[in-house]
DNA sequence: TTTTTTTAGTGGACTATATCAACTAAAACT
DNA sequence: AGTTTTAGTTGATATAGTCCACTAAAAAAA
């Protein structure tokens, strides 16, 4: 137990705190008129750029109805196109539209913009210094994966 | 607009990241039954001590009926009393039984316990150095809240 | 090659989570 | 006293997410 508990409630004061940053920072995902878990499938199919369901599934860890039904709604909306799969006829290759490819690039102007502002007011030394303390807690932290990820 | 691109896709990846952390972190809630919101709610009544459930849909910004239904659970569940003001007598004094204070605990110490986790494997300088970072972090950003916080 | 097993996806039924609106009763204000 | 506001509850409904059974095709085994 080399951690003493000062530190540990510090820790767990800044985890709530970021908490809250980050959920302001998503709100304007509800903008579009889609959810957070909708956002991010049509996020994660505009990085792919051309992918199966259940690549999503894997990758996002939503169940297959859940994800089957979000992307039929996406689909339905012309934000993705499913063309059917030579290879194995039982998939469909689903990629952005270019109506898919705008609120894409919308959402991630406006997180742009949201990373902007909440460093408005800083000065440019600040801001690098912030920058260098996150890419140093993500390079200690990330290394590990000390979490107990109980995902059985 | 001081703050260059890679700066921006450094920052958006930190979150992220750091999303993902938390993620982690909070899924032991689960483990006491309740939803993450009902555990909000048992923990806030905890750090009140006393309140009354218009408190509570203040500070947590959840709709009052929504509260109305939790607290009617954890009240059914044993968690938590609700006993009559005197003072206002449309109001209840909410707090938790032993019971209550027993699953608060367990949460609380189960959160720590993340935290230690989190940090196993780094040595004693690598934590005081993450520590010092994210307080750096948190100082400066607590003081500009520059996030268009659209709430009404 | 036929049979068996696995994989991808869909749709029905359901549960959990959250919101909205109408209402009661008490408090606060005029 | 009469009116308005506030605290809380309940019914109805919406939204989000899960579970299960099923189809059809692919992959593996026989």
Redesign the interface.
């Known amino acids: 137990?080399?951690?003493n508990?000062n530190?540990?409630a510090?820790?767990?004061?800044?985890?709530r705190?970021?908490?809250n940053?980050?959920g302001?920072?998503d709100?304007?995902i509800l903008d579009t008129g889609y959810s957070f878990t909708e956002a991010r499938v049509l996020l994660e199919i505009g990085l792919l750029e051309q992918c199966i369901a259940n690549n999503l599934v894997d990758k996002l860890k939503i169940d297959r109805s859940y994800m089957s039904r979000i992307i039929a709604k996406l689909s339905k909306d012309g934000l993705v196109i499913k063309e059917n799969s030579t290879l194995d006829s039982r998939t469909s290759l689903i990629r952005l539209t270019p109506k898919g490819i705008t609120i894409f690039n919308q959402i991630n102007e406006k997180?742009?913009e949201?990373?902007?502002?909440?460093?408005?007011?800083?000065s440019?030394k600040?801001?690098k210094?912030?920058?260098t303390?996150?890419?140093?807690?993500?390079k200690?932290?990330?290394s590990?994966e000390?979490?107990?990820?109980?995902t059985i």
Not at 10 to 15: S, W
Request: charged share 25%; no cysteine; aromatic share 12%.
């Open positions: 137990m080399s951690i508990n530190t540990i510090d820790i767990r004061k800044f985890n705190f970021y908490t940053i980050l302001l920072f709100k304007h997180s742009n949201q990373v902007m502002n909440l460093f408005r007011g800083l440019e600040e801001i210094e912030i920058h303390s996150m890419m140093f807690i993500q200690k932290l990330d590990l000390g979490l107990q990820d109980d």
